[in-house]
């Protein structure tokens, strides 16, 4: 395990001025190290071009490096430093490094850690907002909202839920979360850690001396293998959360129940009731039903706020308070029986998935494509194939997925936007599912087609993210549907 004891005077190269970077930055400083920053990107970082620093004596006198998510493992800079012996950490090692402890005592404050390929933000959003109903001060950190080591230093904070992505797993090595969940564990970001194995050890590093619980999806064998092969603490125990009615050790689904029998004291004979599905009608869709993949969530969120020892009255209110999250299956304008949905937050294949499946049979008019980030579609588009009415690809990258529909969906339109002119991709992609899809008959009865933006790839090609991509698309939407 690396270990830097003594940060103050340390030498730490700060790789990456992003959020977390510059957050990881002020942290360091404020302990003693003398920190240096590289950045090809940022102003005001001290060395632009990370090749300088391999030139020479290279990392001679570094005694740390500090990684941003975005740096893939096989960058030089990093091969160089694993290869003289440099530990390289990333800012939620260094968060769980410098923790510091809590205002009204007991220590730091233990972190609920979350991760998968899909669910993380909202899980952690809802975890939040059921340990402020059971009122902990909290704050859901990490891969969204507040850099974790910007909360693992606020002495104010009873507990932390944490998102972590497999970028940020990928160079933390003594975490010990009190509870951690792994949501699913589908292909994505292939490119970055080079295989599927890989991918998924990164992901089962968040389970590594767990103190509590380690919580794992009933429906997706390879979270429970990660568990399996996990070194907890003694004590820690498996709890899984399924859609269907739970055994013991588990939450689940009994009718429109979300029951505990994984922490319950009477697990063995009885299920105690959490919530129902009427507590989260208000995250579903325009008619009120909640997706598979939005009560999964509920129930992950509900195992770790169980695991630190929430009451489950909590669980009810906390969900209650949840708020919609933004470009999460979001209906943003309706009219002549045509319902346009924003969903870019689906930014993998396995997202894509869960969104379609929302949706009746032959009525969605598929906005999709970005940058593929070296996934693959084949299953997406043949399991999904009967909800598409037709398919409108933007993106830079459109080859895998046009590939794919010709292959599994050859009976379904495509039309493919040029993505020569970046600034007017969506409003051309808007007008382009207008045209595919039908309007209802007389113009005002119930919605019929679904424009769904579920794009399967990752924004950055032609958007500044994807919460940019979802902005654009409700604009070009609303614009399309506006009388007048």
């Not at 001025?17 to 005001?44: Q, W």
């Not at 390879?222 to 568990?227: A, D, I, K, P």
């Not at 292959?407 to 045209?435: C, F, K, L, S, W």
Request: hydrophobic letters at 50%; proline letters at 5%; charged letters at 20%.
């Amino acid at each position: 395990m690396d270990a830097v004891l003594d940060l103050d005077g340390a030498t730490v190269l700060v790789a990456g001025l992003g959020v977390s970077g510059r957050a990881a930055r002020d942290v360091l400083v404020a302990r003693g190290a003398h920190v240096r920053t590289v950045d090809a990107h940022a102003p005001d970082a001290d060395v632009h071009d990370a090749a300088a620093l391999l030139v020479g004596d290279g990392l001679t006198g570094t005694d740390l490096v500090v990684v941003s998510p975005g740096w893939p493992p096989s960058h030089p800079l990093l091969v160089a430093a694993a290869a003289t012996g440099v530990p390289v950490w990333s800012e939620v090692e260094l968060a769980w490094q410098v923790r510091v402890d809590r205002a009204g005592g007991g220590g730091p404050a233990p972190w609920l850690a979350v991760s998968g390929t899909n669910g993380k933000t909202t899980t952690v959003e809802m975890l939040a907002s059921i340990l402020r109903a059971a009122g902990r001060r909290t704050a859901a950190v990490g891969n969204v909202g507040t850099p974790v080591v910007l909360a693992a230093t606020d002495p104010d904070l009873d507990v932390l839920a944490v998102e972590l992505s497999s970028f940020q797993l990928h160079h933390t090595r003594s975490m010990a979360a009190q509870a951690a969940a792994v949501l699913n564990v589908a292909p994505d970001h292939l490119d970055w850690h080079g295989s599927m194995d890989a991918y998924a050890a990164a992901k089962g590093r968040i389970y590594e001396r767990v103190e509590v619980a380690c919580i794992y999806n009933a429906a997706d064998p390879l979270t429970e293998r990660l568990v399996r092969e996990a070194d907890v603490a003694d004590g820690a125990v498996a709890v899984g959360f399924t859609l269907g009615t739970p055994g013991v050790g588990q939450l689940g689904l009994v009718e429109d129940v979300l029951v505990d029998r994984g922490f319950a004291a009477l697990r063995h004979t009885h299920a105690a009731e959490l919530a129902t599905l009427a507590d989260l009608s208000h995250l579903g869709d325009a008619d009120g039903r909640v997706p598979p993949h939005v009560v999964a969530n509920a129930l992950a969120a509900a195992a770790l706020a169980l695991a630190h020892g929430v009451a489950p009255a909590a669980v009810r209110d906390g969900l209650r308070a949840h708020p919609p999250g933004e470009h999460r299956i979001v209906t943003v304008a309706e009219r002549d029986g045509i319902r346009w949905v924003d969903d870019s937050k689906a930014t993998n294949a396995h997202a894509a998935a869960a969104s379609l499946a929302a949706f009746a049979a032959g009525s969605v008019v598929w906005i999709a494509g970005g940058l593929a980030k070296g996934a693959t579609f084949d299953e997406l588009v043949a399991s999904r194939a009967d909800r598409l009415r037709g398919v409108v690809l933007i993106g830079v990258d459109a080859r895998p997925l046009a590939e794919a529909l010709a292959r599994h969906a050859p009976q379904v339109p495509v039309v493919r936007v040029d993505p020569g002119d970046t600034g007017t991709v969506m409003t051309r992609a808007v007008h382009e599912a207008r045209a595919l899809a039908p309007a209802a008959p007389g113009g005002d009865g119930a919605p019929v087609t679904t424009v769904l933006l579920a794009p399967a790839c990752a924004s950055m090609d032609q958007f500044d993210s994807y919460a940019d991509r979802g902005a654009q698309f409700t604009r070009a939407a609303r614009d399309l549907t506006a009388d007048g």
